[in-house]
């Protein structure tokens, strides 16, 4: 059984997310500040952390601080803060994932999960089956079997929307249009394009990403085109 | 401490006394006004009085030679040498003695006083028949021609009077220097043979060395061509006056001549030698004074001046108080009557008292320093007065001068610009018009030099005037100029412009004062707008933070509720509600921060190249499916090439999400919205439009208001904020955002200018 850390100074929203992970089978350890916090990341095997921000004693940036001295184990910030500037100071200092309260009990759960494969992986990263395969991050696809799997799980996609995805990953960082994608992948010239890329793309970003408004891998560079962001 | 300026004006006082003794010493030496210089030669004997005195002793050395063959036989005085031979008849002649020449003079009351002049008379010019008497012959003028032949016609009256002062001439010289013994020594020998020779001395039997050895020579011979002496300038008549009197045919004579430096006795050389000495002395006493003196009152004035209004003397007398706070013009004034008055009564007494102790020559002198003293006494207590006045700094402030100018700039001061306009006006016409005429006047009555002069000086001062007055235009305008320039930027916004108020004077002053006052209180109005606006922005983002823990435990129960499967339908139903509700609630809160923000202009701009095009594209792709639910057909007509503009994607894709998801909510189910971009000179247009499925009966600026919506709509998911914040967003980027409603048509406009 793995243990989470849940730290919130609200003591319903820890209860709730308790109920929710308990009921995915995690094991939930409470805290109800910072300093309670690390004394219980000392005492117990801690496989994740949750924390919130706003804490009265130690407040969540500080105790990641402290956490990164010592421990590599996933954090996830919970968050009433939902200004970029929060989000970007919260992963520059160490965090690996940021949810923005109030938020969706079922993608906190899906984050969990996420981060929680990605860090059980890292040991046996070489026992993956041998072939044609680009990684990005949880993203994986397999060229041989054209299977993609995020975190493990296998995506199941369109033929086309494969091909796009295919396209964005092995030009990993690098950001295509409309019109570029649609030569690439139907093979003839693009004129007068239509919605019929951005669809597919939309419809990519619904399967693979946990909120497609905010992607963590398909990003839409506005106004330019497509890209997969470098993990 | 206060007795250090007595003393000082005490020291002052003496060192003037020594200016004055050294002035009184110099000016009353015998050798006034020959300037400096005669003062480099040591000894009298170098300087050009001995040189005078000794050329004319010479002179008379040789009229002694003259007299002594006239008047003398075997060197002593002959009253029975012939003298003069006159014609008394046509071929007959008469000689007079020297004895009867003498007697007659005596009979006529003539004799020789003791500067051997004759005295007693003059003979009277007589007429025709008087003069009967040609002279043929003078004994002391052998070589006598006359001029006319009514020149030789003499009376015996004239002719003893002009024998009698020949005698005296003798005499004197006789009795000065060979009578008495004197410190100038002569010879002169001419010889013919060794017996037949003319010697004329009075330090007989003496040779050249021994006149050389006395001091100052003089040694000529027949012989030599040059003179041997040591006299710094040697009388040029000496060779020829001695060959001149030459009896014999030959260069075997010769003169000496030297003066006893060491003077032991008492003549005119001695005496002289004495005083100039003393007078060198005197002299050089004098300057010394004078110069001790000018430094020391130098040196004491200038401790004065320093002492003057220091610290120490803060407490003086009352009196003195009052002198000091009198205005500097009245001082000077009462100085004026004071150096008068001084004057008057020292005319009336210290004069006199003068005429006592001084001799009538030295009246004038005595009255001049007098005046000088009294005259520089006041002028510095004045100067000091005033001094003082200016150290403790009222000098200016107490002055008749200032007061004068701070009651005339009342009638300038505290008027309006039109009313000082026209008195400024008047007077330069005044004056103008003055000028004018007494130029004019000057033109045609005068036209000699003087009068020139002045008129040049008129036309100058003329012109000076104008030149100020165009001054005072210009800076005027100038300063106008600044006063435009400073409204101009404060109307464009620039409240942070100020104008430099040292360059501007009286009225115009004060208006660039209230004018950067005006601009101070724009600025801090707007600091505060924006402080506000701010605060309001930091504050609503503080609340929602607060309202959103909350509504977390809210939405997350309300979802394990409903995971508790409840099969009652009216629980569920009051559970759709409140998750409904409590959704609405967590968008209205986002977009309630983004709202205040966009509007208070709080955020970070990432502004890169964008092509509108793609992003319509991406958007269409976004929403195609979401409109499909509402059977909404989405229309699009864009142009094929990219439009490039400058904007923030995230941001301009914010602005078409609210507006796509306002058309999706509000828009009428199976209806078409229309999406275009048109390129309309150098803007690129969308164009969003849509048919509303409730009436809009509201006006399109109420909907970019926040929180204002058309009634009905409020019970939808929205939060009213959208197209507030899109109006916003597009500001802030630089775009423009616009909305017509037409009956049940809604559209919205965004432009940004298309990039080159």
Known sequence: MQNILVCDDDKQIVEAIDIYLTGEGFHVIKAYDGFEALELLEENEVDLMILDVMMPGLDGIRTTLKVRETSSIPIIILSAKSEDTDKILGLNIGADDYITKPFNPLELVARVKSQMRRYTQLGNMNQQPAGQIYKCGGLAINDDNKEVTVDDEIIKLTPIEYNILLLL????????????????????????ADNTVAVHIRHIREKIEINPREPRYLKVVWGVGYKIEKQ | MKKRKEKAILAHLLFSLLVVIGVSVMYNNTHYGEGIGWIANESYEDTPEFSGQLKSDIDDIFNYVKYKEVFETNGKLDYSKFIIRVADGPGTTKDFTLDEMIRHAKSQGYYLNEQFKVSGGHPNNKTGEELNYQVVYRAYEPDFKAAEPGDSFQSIDQLSYEVLSHLGNYYRFYYRFIQNPGNLKFEIQYQNTDKDYK?????????????????????????????????????????PELEKMNPYNNGNYHMSVAVDTSYPYKDAYYQAAESYDQ???????????????????????????????????????PLMQRMDRLPAEISLVLYFAASGIALLVSQLIFFKIIHLFLSTEDWYYGELVLKVLILYVTGVSAVLNILKQYKSGVLWKNSLLNKGLRTLLLYFKHHRFTTRIMITYSLFLIFNVVMIMAFSFLLFTYNDLESRILMGAVAFLFLLLDLWVFHQMYKNAWQTDQINQALLNISNGNTTYKIDTKLFYGKERELAENINHISTGLETALQEKVRSERLKADLITNVSHDIKTPLTSIINYVDLIKREKIQDPRIQGYLEVLEQKSQRLKTLTEDLVEASKASSGNLKLDMTSIDFVELIYQTNGEFEEKFALRHLELVSTLPDDAMLIEADGRYLWRVLENLYNNAFKYAMEHSRVYVDIMKEEENILFTIKNISENPLNIRADELTERFVRGDVARTTEGSGLGISIAKSLTELQGGQFQLYIDGDLFKATVAFPLKK
Do not use: H
Request: with cysteine.
């Open chain 1, 169 to 192: 990953v092995k030009n990993e960082g690098k950001v295509f249009s409309i019109d570029e994608i649609y030569e690439q992948i139907w093979n003839e010239e693009a004129i007068g």
């Open chain 2, 199 to 239: 010697l004329y001395t009075n330090f007989p039997g003496k040779t050249v060395d021994e006149f050389k050895s006395l001091g100052k020579y003089l040694y000529v011979t027949g012989e030599a061509l040059y003179v041997d002496s040591n006299l710094t300038s040697v009388p040029k008549n000496v060779s």
């Open chain 2, 279 to 317: 007078m060198r002395l005197f002299f050089i006493i004098g300057m010394i004074c004078l110069a001790l003196g000018i430094l020391g009152c130098a040196a004491t004035l200038y401790m004065m001046v320093l002492l003057t209004g220091a610290p120490e003397e803060q407490n003086p007398s």
